[in-house]
C-alpha cells in the first residue's frame, strides 16, 4: 500500500496508525529544516526477506519522482539497513496473531529526505561494536555514516519509529 500526501489529525500516534502527517518531522532534527516543498510517501512493507528489495525499489522510484537522484544511492543503503532491522527486530512474530506490519515512510522537506520505520517491537536501536568474526552489527554505523542524523522515537502502547535524515 502506497500512501502520498497523507493528513491525520493530531494526536498520540501507535504503531498501528502511524502515518506521516503533512508536515511531519523528527523533533530531534527540527534544526536541520530547510525551506522548500513538502511531500510523504509511504510504503507497507510485508514480513518477508524480499520487502527489503521492494523497499528500495520504493525509495529509489520516489526520490526520482522527486528529482532527487543525487540521495538514490546513500538513500537505499540506508533504507536497506533500516528495513532489515525493522522486520529483523521490530517484528513480534512470536505473538499470536500478530499482523502488525512495518511502515516505512519518506518525507521531504527542501532538499532533506527523512526515511522512517514504525515497527510494533519493543527492541531500542542501539549502536553495536561487533567483533572481528561476527557476521552483522554495523548496519546502524552505516545508517549514522551516511545521515545527518537519525534516531528513534517510542510509540505507543508500543513499538517505535526508527529515522535517519539524508540531504
Known sequence: MISVQHTTAPGQWTTFDWWPPVGWWPDAARDLL???????????LPPTPSSVHSARSFTSGTLAGWG???L??????????LATNALRHGLRLAE???ERPVHMSLVRRGSLV???FTDPGASVPVLRYPGPLDTGGLGLHIVESLSL???WSALAPHGKIVWAVLS
Do not use: F, K, Q
Open 34 to 44: 530547510v525551506s522548500g516543498p513538502c511531500s510523504s510517501a509511504t510504503y507497507v
Open 96 to 98: 499470536p496473531r500478530c
Open 68 to 70: 532527487l537522484h543525487e
Open 72 to 81: 538514490i544511492d546513500n538513500m537505499e543503503l540506508v533504507v536497506s539497513e
Open 149 to 151: 542524523r537519525w534516531g
Open 114 to 116: 527523512t526515511s522512517a
